[in-house]
């Protein structure tokens, strides 16, 4: 019974919170606090300062610390499920839909327009990345360091996380 209940106290803040973690947070607050009754607000506080001083999306911390808490490891599995499912189902309705309709021409048109778009976001992405690069370590080692990433990936083949470990290994150790 306690797993259904951290399954509901997360799965629909999750649902109601639109906007993701800080939009969902008074509603796990209401679900923890006042409905459940397993921490006081002080208590709730407290892991809402933990989640914010952590990296990632907060509502999956505070769901997998508080589901510690109450119902152990599994407890945990249970609130961070329940904090994903539902925007979980939802992809997979949206892409289910996707995938019906990929014949339509109107959804090939979207696509093709759609690319462009992404190929620019990445590249001043991209960009952004090399100019701050160039202005913290210098214009002859972000070159260098492109060439030779370049050279690994496309002429020899080496996958990119390999690339980006020997990157952080000379950036950590040499700079």
């Known amino acids: 019974m306690i797993y259904w209940e951290i399954f509901l106290a997360f799965f629909i ?7 993701g973690g800080p939009a969902s947070i008074p509603l796990v607050e209401n679900e923890v606090v006042s409905r459940y009754g397993w921490m006081d607000v002080q208590q709730f506080s407290e892991v809402l300062a933990l989640g914010n001083s952590l990296p990632g999306p907060i509502a999956t911390k505070m769901a997998g610390y508080i589901g510690y808490e109450v119902g152990g490891p599994l407890g945990a599995f249970v609130g961070v499920f329940a904090t994903v499912a539902p925007s979980l189902i939802l992809v997979i309705i949206l892409l289910s839909i996707l995938y019906k309709y990929k014949d339509s021409p109107k959804v090939k048109r979207m696509t093709l327009y759609v690319r462009p778009v992404i190929g620019i976001l990445l590249g001043v992405m991209a960009w952004r990345f090399f100019s701050e690069s160039y202005v913290n370590i210098g214009l002859l080692q972000t070159a260098l360091l492109s060439l030779i990433s370049y050279l690994l990936m496309e002429k020899f ?10 990157a952080l290994v000379y950036g950590g150790f040499l700079l």
């Not at 803040?13 to 906007?19: K, R, S």
């Not at 083949?157 to 390999?162: C, D, E, G, Q, R």
């Open 13 to 19: 803040p999750g649902i109601l919170g639109y906007g």
């Open 157 to 166: 083949k080496l996958h990119p996380a390999f690339v980006i470990g020997g």
